[in-house]
């Protein structure tokens, strides 16, 4: 682990792997899903595959469970000429935080009196690597920003992540925080409008239903493929939706119908996707020694082998 990998925050490392569709991304979405409540080292080989399924090359899964291994996440145990891979306690306590966003995200509306926590950060224009820092973290925090050095959170109990933010960026000094009712001037809607962008968000929300909405896998390793895919996309939404409580948000909003889907989804697939899970990664030794040729060797078999295939149905 590099000194810059042993500074990061979890919540960091967990905003950088939302934002990518990369082999180390999805390797985090399958320990999370699958290796953290199975509780048992896994084979390379079944991490390898998983990651084939969607078109990640042997080298560049490999790359991704030693940089992974490098942030002290993962631990190796050799056993012959193969390896298994372990959660260390900080990647469970990171993946444990992690599903609980995630399969918390969507659930209930909390309620709203229609406060609002307001932060004055002032930073000198010339301070554009530092005004890009801090946008971005509060941006991940939930907060929007409907003018510059002003951002705004209907979400009270964000000031403590918020002064935490400006603590380590070096502005705690030039900010201040304040707690207000919106007055007769103008309209709650049009600062929305300029703090968030709803639209954008709310097409992705809408790609999401559109993918998943008629989705059927095709047997087991199929219904891995597709549960993997599901979490993958929808551990993103934590991370992109500032969760405004229902009446800051437009009518019939998607994010809604999005997350009833996941939810709903999720459930019915958890159950034949653990199974196939158990069954790939409890196969152990002796099935590692009838796969010891290498994937490399084998490569221009594994797409059609691994690949699942996915049936989507046509709406009515």
């Known amino acids: 682990m590099t000194a810059d990998d042993a500074a990061r925050?979890?919540?960091?490392?967990?905003?950088?792997?939302?934002?990518?569709?990369?082999?180390?991304?999805?390797?985090?979405?399958?320990?999370?899903?699958?290796?953290?409540?199975?509780?048992?080292?896994?084979?390379t080989w079944v991490l390898v595959d998983t990651l084939a399924s969607f078109g990640v090359a042997e080298k560049s899964?490999?790359?991704?469970?030693?940089?992974?291994?490098?942030?002290?996440?993962?631990?190796?145990?050799?056993?012959?000429?193969?390896?298994?891979?372990?959660?260390?306690p900080p990647a469970?306590?990171?993946?444990?935080?992690?599903?609980?966003?995630?399969?918390?995200?969507?659930?209930?509306?909390?309620?709203?009196?229609?406060?609002?926590?307001?932060?004055?950060?002032?930073?000198?224009?010339?301070?554009?690597?530092?005004?890009?820092?801090?946008?971005?973290?509060?941006?991940?925090?939930?907060?929007?920003?409907?003018?510059a050095s002003v951002w705004i959170s209907p979400h009270l109990g964000r000031e403590g992540e918020a002064l935490d933010v400006v603590k380590e960026l070096g502005l705690a000094g030039c900010a201040m925080s304040f707690t207000a009712t919106f007055g007769t001037i103008g309209g709650e809607d049009t600062i929305v409008g300029r703090a968030w962008d709803l639209t954008g968000l709310e097409q992705r929300?809408?790609?999401?239903?559109?993918?998943?909405?008629?989705?059927?896998?095709?047997?087991?390793?199929?219904?891995?493929?597709?549960?993997?895919?599901?979490?993958?996309?929808?551990?993103?939404?934590?991370?992109?939706d500032p969760r405004l409580p229902r009446a800051l948000l437009p009518a019939n909003w998607s994010g809604?119908?999005?997350?009833?889907?996941?939810?709903r989804r999720h459930a019915e697939w958890e159950l034949a996707a653990r199974q196939r899970w158990d069954e790939l990664t409890l196969a152990g030794p002796p099935e590692a020694e009838a796969r010891s040729l290498s994937i490399a060797e084998r490569s221009p078999q594994i797409q059609s082998r691994s690949a699942p295939r996915l049936r989507v149905r046509r709406r009515a």
């Open 256 to 263: 809604s119908q999005a997350a009833e889907l996941f939810h």
């Open 61 to 88: 899964a490999r790359q991704a469970l030693a940089r992974t291994a490098a942030e002290g996440l993962l631990v190796p145990e050799r056993v012959g000429r193969r390896t298994r891979w372990d959660l260390t």
């Open 205 to 240: 929300y809408e790609a999401f239903l559109a993918d998943f909405g008629a989705l059927e896998p095709d047997g087991p390793a199929g219904v891995l493929h597709a549960q993997t895919r599901l979490v993958h996309e929808w551990r993103r939404f934590p991370f992109l």
């Open 9 to 43: 925050p979890p919540e960091v490392i967990r905003r950088r792997e939302a934002r990518h569709t990369s082999a180390r991304s999805l390797l985090m979405t399958v320990l999370g899903e699958f290796v953290l409540p199975a509780r048992r080292a896994v084979w």
């Open 92 to 147: 469970r306590r990171l993946l444990t935080e992690g599903a609980r966003r995630i399969y918390d995200f969507g659930r209930g509306e909390p309620p709203w009196d229609g406060r609002w926590l307001l932060l004055l950060v002032s930073v000198p224009e010339a301070k554009r690597d530092l005004r890009h820092r801090l946008r971005t973290r509060l941006s991940w925090a939930g907060f929007g920003s409907p003018e």
